[in-house]
């Protein structure tokens, strides 16, 4: 293998995986190795946050005690693991269409699927870095020597980490040979995650409901996945060593499969998928589109940006996998509360968790906030048309305000059901995720519009706009913070002061009125008036 060539392909597409990063730093002067050394730094610092945020939820368990929490949260990074891949891996080889580029140039097959592996594996790393850190807290608590215990760490998730990438690298490969994946590359793609999708939150409700004790916090052991508890709560016992053993002997397996069936014909299966992609017969669409009305043609029309696969498992993986993870130690464990016996003078508590439910769950990765920039080149063309760009744009908002609202009140609803919140008390929390995710959504579209990108050639692009990775960490931290301090004192003046908790909860409605009045005002006059004139 030429390890210069490997290193150029690398840094091309690491240069390409985050663009606006990388215009960033280029005007401040970064090129060449400097540039490639300032993306990968970044990539280091997105880990770091990524252990922090998760970290906060995690090392409140003793999982040397508890397997069955060991082994759901293994099962939990594992899929989002999993379904990171899969969707990188088909906008890191197919969606991107940039084969023609590498045709002429002197690659061999595997330093080409290496290079855009390495991609996907800078994307899948923050999302399974949390396994790193439920496997080193198991094994120094449960008293492995410590040089062991990280030894360990580092071994079983690189190797669950190359078992994810090559199995999911088989899986779509495999598919791209199908015709159907060939005639219906995307919906084939949604179908993928959507079961992802079902296999986590079927998980969640099975540890919720696995125990039979309220009191207990651990729940059923996942049996699967036992012997990788074992291996680090008695490392030296023979299912430990079995299951090592395991994990080697299934590594080597896959790696010669993907050798055989992947690497042996990567420019051809590349060629094949790209030349039916391109060739899909978009008149039918057309024709289609000729039976309806005008605004029926543009609700139409918006209905195709959730055809996107990478946008689909971003939708989920943000906007429900992230505060479920946030809220989870809590929310599913036998701690939970039961909030059956509050009273009305707790609507505006609620009120406000539901605001600070969707601060932490609207963000830039949601549909709302990248939803005029899947238009793509689409969205000059229909400015040019002699129709209203501000009403136009108040279509995509709605479109993308909607969805967003229907996931963050299923959120607020299985914490209504959980915490067997009273019916008026769940109303003001689904009332306040509505209110929270209208202006969340007014600022991530507006943001948008002022990003906007035309000439993206993979999702992840949109999402790394701005402040990328750190900035959505940070940015949910520090909601998720602010909105535990500010709830935290509300309740404790509610529960303190029930004589005047009519008068709290007056204050507390006219601060969120002004605040909200502001915030619409400025939206208005900085966005919404100008576009219209």
Same mark, same amino acid.
């Given at each position: #293998?030429?390890?210069?060539?490997? $290193?150029?392909?690398?840094?091309?597409? %690491?240069?390409?995986?985050?663009?606006?990063?990388?215009?960033?730093?280029?005007?401040?002067?970064? +090129?060449? !190795?400097?540039?490639?050394?300032?993306?990968?730094?970044?990539?280091?610092?997105?880990?770091?946050?990524?252990?922090?945020?998760?970290?906060?939820?995690?090392? #409140?368990?003793?999982?040397? !005690?508890?397997?069955?929490?060991?082994?759901?949260?293994?099962?939990?990074?594992?899929?989002?693991?999993?379904?990171?891949?899969?969707?990188?891996?088909?906008?890191?080889?197919?969606?991107?269409?940039?084969?023609? *580029?590498?045709?002429? /140039?002197?690659?061999?097959?595997?330093?080409?699927?290496?290079?855009?592996?390495?991609?996907?594996?800078?994307?899948?790393?923050?999302?399974?870095?949390?396994?790193?850190?439920?496997?080193? /807290? @198991?094994?120094?608590?449960?008293?492995?020597?410590?040089?062991?215990?990280?030894?360990?760490?580092?071994?079983?998730?690189?190797?669950?980490?190359?078992?994810?990438?090559?199995?999911?690298?088989?899986?779509?490969?495999?598919? @791209?040979?199908?015709?159907?994946?060939?005639?219906?590359?995307?919906?084939?793609?949604?179908?993928?995650?959507?079961?992802? %999708?079902?296999?986590?939150?079927?998980?969640?409700?099975?540890?919720?409901?696995?125990?039979?004790?309220?009191?207990?916090?651990?729940?059923?052991?996942?049996?699967?996945?036992?012997?990788?508890?074992?291996?680090? @709560?008695?490392?030296?016992?023979?299912?430990?060593?079995?299951?090592?053993?395991?994990?080697?002997?299934?590594?080597?397996?896959?790696?010669?499969?993907?050798?055989?069936?992947?690497?042996?014909?990567?420019?051809?299966?590349?060629?094949?998928?790209?030349?039916?992609?391109?060739?899909?017969? *978009?008149?039918?669409?057309?024709?289609?589109?000729?039976?309806?009305?005008?605004?029926?043609?543009?609700?139409?029309?918006?209905?195709?940006?959730?055809?996107?696969?990478?946008?689909?498992?971003?939708?989920?993986? +943000?906007?429900?996998?992230?505060?479920?993870?946030?809220?989870?130690?809590?929310?599913?464990?036998?701690?939970?509360?039961?909030?059956?016996?509050?009273?009305?003078?707790?609507?505006?508590?609620?009120?406000?968790?539901?605001?600070?439910?969707?601060?932490?769950?609207?963000?830039?990765?949601?549909?709302?906030?990248?939803?005029?920039?899947?238009?793509?080149?689409?969205?000059?063309?229909?400015? *040019?048309?002699?129709?209203?760009?501000?009403?136009?744009?108040?279509?995509?908002?709605?479109?993308?305000?909607?969805?967003?609202?229907?996931?963050?009140?299923?959120?607020?609803?299985?914490?209504?059901?959980?915490?067997?919140?009273?019916? /008026?008390?769940? %109303?003001?929390?689904?009332?306040?995720?509505?209110?929270? @995710?209208?202006?969340?959504?007014?600022?991530?579209?507006?943001?948008?519009?002022?990003?906007?990108?035309?000439?993206?050639?993979?999702?992840?692009?949109?999402?790394?706009?701005?402040?990328?990775?750190?900035?959505?960490?940070?940015?949910?931290?520090?909601?998720?913070?602010?909105?535990?301090?500010?709830?935290?004192?509300?309740?404790?003046?509610?529960?303190?002061?029930?004589?005047?908790?009519?008068?709290?909860?007056?204050?507390?409605?006219?601060?969120?009125?002004?605040?909200?009045?502001?915030?619409?005002?400025?939206? $208005?006059?900085?966005?919404?008036?100008?576009?219209?004139?």
């Amino acid at each position: #293998m030429n390890k210069q060539q490997l $290193r150029a392909l690398l840094a091309v597409n %690491l240069r390409l995986l985050n663009p606006q990063a990388t215009d960033r730093l280029r005007k401040k002067g970064a +090129t060449g !190795k400097v540039l490639t050394q300032k993306l990968t730094h970044q990539f280091y610092w997105n880990v770091l946050i990524f252990l922090g945020i998760y970290g906060l939820s995690l090392v #409140m368990f003793d999982f040397s !005690k508890l397997p069955g929490m060991f082994t759901f949260y293994v099962a939990l990074f594992i899929l989002l693991g999993i379904s990171q891949s899969i969707s990188g891996i088909y906008n890191v080889f197919f969606a991107g269409n940039d084969l023609v *580029a590498y045709l002429p /140039l002197p690659f061999r097959n595997h330093e080409i699927f290496i290079s855009k592996l390495l991609v996907v594996v800078l994307n899948t790393i923050p999302f399974t870095t949390p396994l790193m850190l439920i496997f080193a /807290l @198991t094994a120094i608590r449960a008293h492995v020597f410590i040089v062991s215990a990280l030894l360990l760490t580092i071994i079983v998730y690189a190797l669950i980490l190359s078992l994810i990438l090559m199995l999911c690298s088989l899986l779509v490969f495999g598919l @791209t040979k199908l015709k159907l994946f060939q005639q219906h590359q995307k919906v084939v793609m949604n179908l993928m995650l959507a079961l992802n %999708l079902i296999l986590i939150l079927g998980g969640l409700f099975f540890l919720n409901h696995g125990s039979n004790n309220p009191n207990q916090l651990d729940h059923a052991v996942l049996t699967p996945l036992f012997p990788i508890f074992k291996i680090f @709560t008695v490392p030296t016992s023979t299912t430990s060593l079995l299951a090592l053993g395991t994990l080697v002997g299934l590594s080597l397996v896959l790696a010669l499969l993907t050798r055989q069936y992947v690497l042996a014909h990567l420019v051809e299966q590349l060629t094949l998928v790209n030349t039916a992609l391109a060739s899909t017969p *978009a008149h039918v669409k057309r024709q289609h589109h000729q039976r309806h009305g005008l605004k029926q043609m543009l609700n139409s029309y918006q209905l195709q940006v959730l055809k996107e696969p990478n946008l689909v498992f971003q939708l989920f993986s +943000t906007s429900i996998l992230m505060p479920i993870i946030l809220i989870f130690p809590w929310l599913f464990s036998g701690s939970a509360s039961n909030f059956s016996q509050l009273s009305l003078n707790w609507l505006g508590v609620w009120f406000t968790v539901g605001i600070f439910l969707a601060v932490i769950t609207v963000n830039q990765t949601t549909l709302v906030a990248n939803i005029i920039s899947l238009d793509k080149m689409n969205f000059e063309f229909i400015k *040019a048309l002699p129709i209203s760009t501000s009403q136009y744009l108040w279509q995509k908002f709605y479109w993308g305000y909607g969805l967003q609202t229907a996931i963050t009140a299923i959120i607020a609803l299985i914490v209504a059901l959980v915490t067997r919140l009273p019916l /008026l008390l769940s %109303l003001a929390l689904i009332l306040g995720v509505t209110w929270g @995710t209208y202006l969340m959504s007014q600022h991530y579209f507006i943001r948008d519009y002022h990003l906007r990108s035309t000439n993206w050639t993979n999702v992840t692009q949109l999402f790394n706009r701005g402040s990328g990775n750190i900035g959505l960490v940070l940015g949910t931290m520090a909601g998720a913070i602010a909105g535990a301090i500010i709830i935290g004192i509300y309740s404790w003046l509610i529960g303190s002061q029930s004589a005047l908790a009519f008068l709290i909860n007056l204050i507390v409605f006219a601060i969120i009125i002004i605040i909200s009045g502001g915030l619409l005002w400025y939206y $208005r006059q900085s966005f919404w008036r100008t576009l219209a004139q």
